[in-house]
Each structure stands twice: as structure tokens, then as C-alpha cells.
């Protein structure tokens, strides 16, 4: 019954149970409540501004060292953009800093810029950080192969058949193993994905979400979705029309 269903929910809320994790960010929490359970995001903004750093800062790193130990969160990352060892860099590069107030990028880390290669003393302290990054992997699970949307889904059911057990002839309930974590699907981003089975780009995406919107209603899952808009919300005659809101059109693909 949905009412006790709903009843068993604010009782959770009374207890603190319903609060969200930290993004980092006060104001962006006073909006959304921070990464909560049961949550579809949608991260959508032109090429280049920050979506994939935006996204690993509040909702992967955030999370992340708020609950390296406690077993309230795990991450499964589907990077189309970056591979895994990049995304491990960048969040390193933020460890780094908060810890050690050093300032190491990713190009210096890995020593990619031109001229630069990383010192002995830079080299120690990265050394000192393997023990974190350890722990980051075991709530950390970065996916960086060519995705479609059934692979995705195949690897999000493996995923949560690891926290709980899904009951039903078709999986059409779910119990958690531990009922305080929350387990994030984050897809960076769905315009990269493979369309197969003679679906067009968009169907594929349309696919995927209606996969994780389904997984969401069964077990609670939340999930970041990045998209990346079209050309046309960044053209010159709409901005100097000021006609800068995004539209429906701009993340159809």
C-alpha cells in the first residue's frame, strides 16, 4: 500500500535517516538535499564548461570522503570520456590538495605537460596516498569501455545484486543488505553512448534512462546524468537575443 509505504518513509525522515550526503557546496545541498537516495539528476550544460569536474567534486569526491569507511556509499561510474586511471588522477589531485596544500594537476601528476616531469618529493607523497586510493576503489567502480544501453544495465544489475536481493519472477522488488546506503549511477556522458540493435543515438539514450528510472523505483538507486547540449543553446543569435535558457530541443539528440 502506498500509504504505508509513505508512512514508513517519514518515519525513516523522523529517525535521520532520509538526509542527503554532502556535495561540498551549501547552496547546491539547500536546493537538491545533497546525493539522496531514489534521485535521477540531470547534469546539463554546453562542451567544456565543467560538467565532468563539476560532477567528480561533488558527487563522487564529496561522497566519497565522507564515506570511505563507513560502507553508506558506493559509486558505479560509467566514463565515456575519461578512463579510469584519468578519473583516479583528478581525484587524487584533490586529495592532494586538501591534504598536503600542494597543488599537482593531472598534467603534472602524470607528468603530460610539456618540459615538466614530477619530482622525488612529489613522487613520495603520491606513494603516501596509495593506501586512500585503495579505499576509494572499493567504493569507487569506474566502468570506461564502449557502453550501450543494455550493457549498462547488465552491469548496474550485477552491481546491486551485490548490496541486496531482488525477489519476484521478474525482479520486481528489492531488499538492501544495508538499507542506510545509497548506491549512485553516474553516466558521463549518455551522448557518448553506442547505439546498437538499429536504434538511432536517441533511442539508445531514451533506452537507458527508462532502464535506470525502472532500477530507481525497484532499489532506490540514484543517478547522475550527464548530457552535453547542442550547438544551438550556445549560438551567437540566441545570446544576443538573451535567450539563454536552455530549451527542450537543446538535449535532444
Known amino acids: 500500500m502506498i500509504a504505508d509505504n509513505l508512512l514508513d518513509l517519514i518515519k525513516q525522515g523522523k529517525a535521520g535517516r532520509n538526509w542527503g550526503f554532502s556535495l561540498g557546496l551549501p547552496k547546491l545541498e539547500d536546493l537538491t538535499d545533497g546525493l ?19 560532477a567528480l567534486y561533488s558527487y563522487v569526491y564529496r561522497p566519497i570522503m565522507e564515506h570511505l569507511e ?30 598536503y ?39 569507487l567502480h569506474i566502468y570506461d569501455e564502449p557502453l550501450n544501453a543494455d550493457k549498462m544495465y547488465a552491469i548496474l ?16 522488488s528489492y531488499i538492501h543488505n544495508n538499507p542506510e546506503k545509497i548506491v549512485l549511477g553516474v553516466m558521463d556522458h549518455a551522448g557518448l553512448m553506442q547505439p546498437t540493435n538499429g536504434r538511432t543515438k536517441k533511442e539508445e539514450i531514451d533506452r537507458a534512462s527508462k532502464m535506470v528510472v525502472s532500477l530507481r523505483n525497484r532499489t532506490d538507486l540514484s543517478i547522475l546524468w550527464i548530457m552535453q547540449s ?24
Request: with cysteine; glycine share 6%.
Open 36 to 54: 539522496t537516495k531514489s534521485t535521477y539528476t540531470l547534469l546539463f550544460a554546453s562542451s567544456g564548461v565543467g560538467k565532468s569536474s563539476f
Open 157 to 172: 544489475m550485477s552491481e546491486l545484486k551485490e548490496e541486496g536481493q531482488f525477489g519476484g519472477e521478474k525482479n520486481t
Open 230 to 253: 547542442n550547438r544551438a543553446v550556445a549560438s551567437m543569435d540566441r545570446q544576443k537575443l538573451g535567450f539563454n535558457e536552455p530549451r527542450i530541443e537543446d538535449w535532444i539528440m
Open 101 to 139: 596544500n600542494i597543488e599537482l594537476g593531472m598534467k603534472e601528476i602524470l607528468s603530460r605537460k610539456k618540459g615538466y616531469t614530477l619530482s622525488d618529493e612529489h613522487f613520495k607523497i603520491i606513494q603516501q596516498c596509495k593506501p586512500w586510493l585503495e579505499k576509494v576503489e572499493k567504493v
Open 70 to 99: 563507513d560502507d553508506k556509499l558506493k559509486i558505479v561510474f560509467f566514463a565515456l570520456e575519461m578512463k579510469k586511471e584519468f578519473i583516479m588522477t583528478k581525484l587524487l589531485s584533490t586529495y592532494i590538495k586538501e591534504t
